[in-house]
């Protein structure tokens, strides 16, 4: 407890100035290799490995982002990626928002029984269920397709998204329940009109968690598209510059910007109602 008090005070008697200058280093040295990728983006192969840290290119190489968008085709795996991560991102929204509110809600035979069997399968590694889920999609027909590549993406257990609406969902009074079964709403109005509105701040967590996965998701993709390669997602298309023996580095930071940008905007469109999801959701 001393301890403790110690180092409150300690901060404290800190100068603002001090503490600033500390944060702004540790920003720098977590923004730099973003930085880092967007001049490389702008710098052709070889600059790249004798610039070292410089940040500044000698010349700006737009034609980096012209070969990657057209050349080797980012222009329709950035579509394929929006697609697959739209669609995985609603069904998982559905899903998981329904699961935790009647986790949350209802005392049901067997609740425990489900909970646990989910929070066990956090323990199993992903890599262990891609046979099943490619011989699953291969009987259906799906394996080669966009559609096949979204019913794999969003039909994981996706444990944490569960328990986040869960513990909001557990926190809200049991009267607007009650007060919407008396104005005649049954299970599915009271849970689409009253209930997921006010969870918007976990529904904005569990896109931006959801969208991060999906987005930047490389294995399962890869094993979806390896008979078409017009099927694949700007992760896999990475794969587009490496050659047999020479490698494409500005390319690649061209692309993994474009890959990137849409992420970074999401994240700051998003990031208010990512940390009041999480606070919510653990408080209860």
Same mark, same amino acid.
């Given at each position: ?8 005070? *300690?901060?404290?008697? *800190? ?5 600033? *200058? ?10 730099? &290799?973003?930085?880092?990728?967007? #001049? ?12 070292? *840290? ?15 968008? @057209? ?15 739209? #669609? ?39 890599g262990y269920t891609i046979i099943p889920v490619v011989d699953l999609a291969a009987q259906l027909g799906m394996l080669n397709s966009l559609g096949g590549m979204v019913i794999a993406m969003s039909g994981g257990a996706h444990v944490a998204s569960i328990l986040l609406y869960m513990g909001y969902f557990r926190q809200i009074p049991k009267e607007l329940e009650e007060a919407a079964i ?79 940008? &849409? ?18 959701? @653990?408080?209860?």
């Amino acid at each position: 407890m001393r301890a403790k008090r110690d180092r409150g005070w *300690l901060m404290r008697r *800190l100068p603002w100035w001090f503490a600033a *200058l500390m944060m702004l280093v540790l920003v720098a040295l977590w923004v730099y &290799p973003f930085l880092w990728m967007v #001049s490389a983006s702008l710098k052709d192969s070889l600059e790249i490995f004798t610039a070292g *840290l410089n940040l500044v290119p000698e010349t700006l190489k737009f034609e980096n982002y012209q070969r990657a968008w @057209v050349d080797a085709g980012f222009g329709k795996y950035l579509l394929n990626t929006v697609i697959v991560t739209i #669609s995985t991102v609603i069904i998982v929204l559905i899903r998981c928002s329904m699961t935790g509110y009647v986790l949350a809600r209802y005392d049901f035979l067997g609740r425990k029984v489900v909970l646990v069997v989910l929070v066990a399968t956090l323990f199993v590694p992903a890599g262990y269920t891609i046979i099943p889920v490619v011989d699953l999609a291969a009987q259906l027909g799906m394996l080669n397709s966009l559609g096949g590549m979204v019913i794999a993406m969003s039909g994981g257990a996706h444990v944490a998204s569960i328990l986040l609406y869960m513990g909001y969902f557990r926190q809200i009074p049991k009267e607007l329940e009650e007060a919407a079964i008396v104005d005649g709403a049954g299970f599915l109005r009271t849970f689409v009109q009253v209930m997921l509105p006010l969870a918007n701040p976990v529904t904005a967590t569990v896109t931006l968690m959801t969208f991060l996965s999906t987005w930047n998701a490389f294995f399962l993709p890869l094993v979806f598209t390896f008979s078409r390669p017009d099927l694949r997602t700007l992760s896999v298309g990475m794969l587009a510059f490496q050659g047999e023996n020479t490698t494409d580095w500005a390319g690649m930071a061209a692309a993994a910007t474009i890959s990137l940008l &849409p992420v970074v905007l999401l994240f700051i469109l998003l990031q208010r109602h990512f940390v009041e999801g999480i606070a919510g959701a @653990v408080k209860s």
